[in-house]
């Protein structure tokens, strides 16, 4: 077997160790998949195919230094470093290596980095965008105002189900980042418009529909997040927006707005879905930063 068909098999293989026992996401494995490609290329083409038992310490920061050279962005290198982490320790159980190279690398810290949020002007001009008199314009609505009501990741709008809306109630369900479920008030403006979608314009989106998912393309078929990611470009632009958003500033929207109004921290995490407060504390600097904007902007002598 050559040395490539090897690398192969230890990706194959340890995919497989995180489907099976750790139950990841197909996000997660498909990013750490895309790592140890990367990985395994650099040690085809820079180190002449070295065997993964040799590889130490050193391979490790050439390769880390290699990417920072090739322009990836520090988070990215961030990732890697925890990829390759978790690689190594199953490499070690797997008696692929005797000695986890990993031990001793240390990731680049984490630049702080504060995620672009839209103002509630810049919210309503871009929810406006969507023509209403149109089946998709109902559609495109209908997403906008679901994301900005309740703070989906755009993965988790893309997969929700009939069966997971309780509009009676205010409530939708979603299955968030590992298979967590939570529950999510809806407000009435976009459960309106939710309702109207589903009446109005789904009915008539294609005929292979999907009977369980809500939201669809124009073939009838389930929207992809990078589907949604296109249609958010486009509006954006035609908003006259200047910022850089995808669908997740949207996320950064709502959890800004709402504690900018005076939400508890706590309610916000358990909003968002996040195992760790201190994620959803970047908001807290973000409604600082805006309370200066505000101050510098409006007080006299500021």
Do not use: C
């Not at 994301?147 to 988790?156: C, D």
Request: hydrophobic content about 40%; proline content about 3%; cysteine-free.
């Amino acid at each position: 077997m050559t040395q490539i068909a090897k690398y192969d098999d230890y990706i194959a293989d340890y995919l497989h160790f995180v489907t099976v026992e750790r139950g990841l996401s197909a996000n997660t494995r498909t990013s750490y998949r895309q790592d140890l490609h990367k990985f395994f290329l650099y040690l085809q083409e820079q180190k002449a195919e070295l065997p993964i038992a040799d590889v130490d310490r050193f391979v490790i920061l050439n390769f880390l230094e290699f990417l920072s050279d090739q322009g990836q962005s520090r988070n990215s290198v961030i990732h890697m470093v925890s990829t390759l982490r978790k690689f190594f320790q199953y490499g070690v159980t797997s008696h692929w290596v005797a000695v986890d190279p990993m031990t001793q690398v240390d990731p680049p810290k984490k630049a702080q980095h504060l995620p672009a949020v839209l103002t509630l002007e810049e919210v309503e001009r871009l929810i406006e965008v969507p023509d209403t008199t149109t089946k998709l314009g109902i559609r495109n609505r209908a997403m906008l105002e679901v994301m900005y009501a309740t703070g989906l990741r755009v993965s988790e709008l893309v997969n929700l189900k009939l069966d997971n809306l309780h509009l009676e109630l205010g409530l939708i369900q979603t299955i968030g980042k590992g298979d967590k479920e939570r529950i999510i008030p809806i407000g009435d403006v976009a459960a309106h418009w939710l309702l109207k979608y589903l009446t109005e314009a789904r009915p008539l989106l294609g005929k292979a529909q999907d009977d369980a998912v809500i939201f669809l393309n124009d073939h009838g078929h389930q929207l992809t997040r990078q589907g949604v990611w296109k249609l958010i470009k486009q509006w954006v632009l035609a908003a006259g927006i200047t910022k850089d958003v995808s669908p997740h500033t949207l996320r950064h929207s709502f959890a800004t707005h709402i504690l900018e109004n005076g939400a508890d921290l706590r309610i916000v995490q358990e909003l968002l879905g996040h195992a760790d407060i201190s994620t959803t504390q970047i908001y807290t600097h973000i409604s600082k930063k805006r309370m200066m904007e505000v101050y510098e902007n409006a007080h006299p002598r500021a």
